[in-house]
């Protein structure tokens, strides 16, 4: 493999745009292949995105398609195939809940080259950028958290995303909140398993690192900085460097230090802005060394309650895959399996006293405990303490009979408890892979108890 190093104008102009799910959308009727297409919903200088029906998938889809551009030179139309090739190249690679799919190429034939993509409804966290549409601090954290996760994925497939900013940031949105998010636009990504020549130097100013800029060798750590120019400018309202000219911007990410974040905004966390700024730091060495570090500190300030929650749900995504990740129970859930858990359960937080169950009660849901504990009464008399890891009321998804799934004890929380719960149902919508390593587990499970039992009554004393 190698690598070419051209002059960063050329890069910037040849890189693809993101579609602007912000701004209103244009009304068009066309084809565009074997897509109907509804509207146009972005452009920029080298490209044009439409929202489509996909009559196989039956579904809303995104596509990119090239622009039509008279006159270009040799040069730019071979920088634009390379942009162009590095998507085609990652079609149904991606599949991570917190990354915009790939879902399909076409370059061949007298039509422009497109792409077809998940369509992610709402728009990107450019909005929220504004001093006057600032998010929440805890929701900041959220989105790093998330965004981190996701380029981790990306990291350990062999990509380096390259150009991370708030526009490439989509978040589903539920009204003016958001609920999620996708990494989206690999048009700059570096593949460090692809055999073509790749371009260096590309990404957007704002928010490239020293390294990625002076066209050296990456690795992580340069989509790190990205993520915490990112950050900076959720927090602040405004990017870690500003100039109307170029080569000033340049100039201040080689030799400037950002304004501090302390003081930018009340109520921030000390911790929060000592991470992003130490992510900004001119020398790689100095940044958080991986994803997993990364992601790992901004969970444990989400856990810790650091920063004003404003509306958020009860429990953070980012502390419900930090709790599940931590559970034996949850050790053979990959990620992807671990954020649908995330999405799909329900989560609930239970005060001391609170009874999961009843002895004689029937019903179809089982918890996990994932933080407090609760013990099992049986006629009055504590028989055992549940921790976190501990399953409960799974025979109402294992049971093959109504009867087996009657509560013989009760269940009551004694220190403050937070439990994912499901019901068979809804275990039903989950994929292939996910009930298959909860089918797993539950096996794990029963192995674990019949040698409680086992152990019990051919030792009771040393048991008891």
Known sequence: ????????????????????????????????????????????????????????????????????????????????????????????????????????????????????????????????????????????????????????????????????????????????????????????????????????????????????????????????????????????GRPPFDATEQRAMMFQIFTATPPSLIGQREGLPPPLAELVERGLAKDRQQRPGSWEEFAQALSQMASARLAPQGADQAVLDSERFTLLRALDFFARFGDVELWEVVHRARWERHPIGRALYRKGETGNTFHIITQGEADVFRDGVRVARLGAGTSVGEMAYLAPSPELGVHGADIVVSKPATTVSFTPDLLAQLSLTTTSAFDKAFIGVLVRRLHAAHEALAHPRRVL
């Not at 799910?21 to 565009?32: C, G, K, L, Q």
């Open 1 to 236: 493999m190698t690598a070419r190093h051209v002059p960063h104008e050329a890069a910037r102009a040849a890189a693809v745009p993101t579609a602007r799910h912000d701004e209103a959308t244009e009304r068009v009727a066309e084809r565009i292949g074997k897509y109907l297409v509804k509207a146009k919903i972005g452009e920029g200088a080298t490209s044009e995105v439409f929202l489509a029906d996909d009559p196989f998938r039956g579904r809303e889809v995104a596509i990119k398609r090239m622009r039509a551009t008279p006159a270009l030179d040799a040069q730019e139309v071979h920088y634009r195939s390379r942009f162009f090739a590095a998507e085609a190249a990652l079609v149904g690679r991606l599949h991570h809940p917190n990354v915009v799919q790939i879902l399909d190429a076409v370059s061949e034939g007298e039509s422009l080259p497109y792409l077809v993509m998940e369509h992610v409804p709402g728009g990107s966290l450019t909005r929220f950028c504004r001093a006057d549409s600032l998010l929440p601090l805890a929701q900041v954290i959220e989105i790093g958290f998330k965004c981190a996760m996701a380029l981790d994925y990306c990291w350990r497939q062999g990509l380096i995303h390259r150009d991370v900013k708030p526009a490439n940031v989509l978040a589903v949105l539920d009204g003016d909140g958001i609920v999620d998010l996708k990494i989206s636009d690999f048009g700059s990504v570096y593949d460090s398993g692809a055999d073509i020549t790749q371009v260096y130097r590309v990404g957007s100013l704002a928010y490239m690192s020293p390294e990625q800029l002076e066209g050296d060798s990456i690795d992580c750590r340069a989509d790190i900085y990205s993520l915490c120019a990112v950050l900076y400018h959720l927090i602040a």
